[in-house]
């Protein structure tokens, strides 16, 4: 899985109480991003960052928040996990944007009660 | 807005046989697209991508893809399916008129072969 680790890989929470999944990489890419998968949606993106400190929105960003203080690592955060939150959690990496080949971690198994 | 349909949610095949996982997208201006394959309880793995130049690009174990501007289609192939070759595939687009660094990716096709 192209030199990325997630996080935890499974993880059971309530309603309620705040989550944080780490990303890290050993390949020293610029570009990380978070996905969801869902049934019926594919995958989706949620925050993205194209450098230490500097991080953009993706298509469902509601309820996430994102930090990266170095370049190995990208955090994604449920400040108050939903059920609706329930998903598996992807990142992924590359090198550029512009079109360079994304390639995806092994995924969080994230299943909020 | 772009966007990518991939039209049929599972594609059967036999063995020896080959195969078409179909793609169409949505994009203003020219598109970058990309084909993924995710094995159970795995991440996604690269197959190919067309960003410009020939329509028809090969990519890993075997598979390849033609580009149709015309139809604005990305259609995956293979000559010849194998049974490990079911799974999950994935088809995505970006563009420079929206934002290069998002993909936008479709629902997914579950390829199953049989022997």
């Known amino acids: 899985d192209a030199g990325i680790t997630q996080s935890p890989r499974h993880k059971v929470t309530e309603t309620g109480t705040p989550v944080t999944l780490r990303c890290h990489q050993t390949e020293n890419h610029r570009y990380m991003y978070w996905y969801r998968q869902d049934p019926g949606h594919g995958l989706r993106l949620i925050h993205y960052s194209y450098g230490v400190k500097d991080t953009d929105k993706g298509e469902v960003s509601d309820g996430y928040s994102v930090s990266r203080s170095k370049t190995e690592d990208f955090l994604l955060t449920l400040e108050s996990a939903t059920s609706s939150q329930t998903s598996v959690y992807f990142c992924?990496?590359?090198?550029?944007?512009?079109?360079?080949?994304?390639?995806f971690g092994p995924g969080t198994r994230l299943l909020v009660l | 807005a772009q966007s990518v349909a991939q039209p049929e949610d599972q594609v059967n095949v036999a063995e020896g046989n080959p195969l078409t996982v179909k793609c169409t997208y949505s994009?203003?201006?020219?598109?970058?697209l990309f084909w993924y394959v995710q094995y159970p309880n795995r991440g996604l793995q690269f197959l190919l991508k067309?960003?410009?130049?020939?329509?028809l690009v090969k990519g890993s174990y075997g598979f390849e893809a033609e580009f149709n501007k015309s139809q604005t289609s990305f259609h995956l192939k293979k000559p010849s399916a194998l049974v490990s070759d079911s799974a999950l595939y994935f088809c995505a687009v970006s563009s420079l008129s929206y934002n290069t660094d998002k993909l936008i990716f479709g629902t997914g096709t579950r390829l199953q072969v049989f022997p």
């Open positions: 994009v203003s201006g020219n598109p970058y």
């Open positions: 067309y960003i410009t130049g020939d329509n």
């Open positions: 992924a990496i590359s090198r550029q944007g512009g079109g360079e080949t994304q390639y």
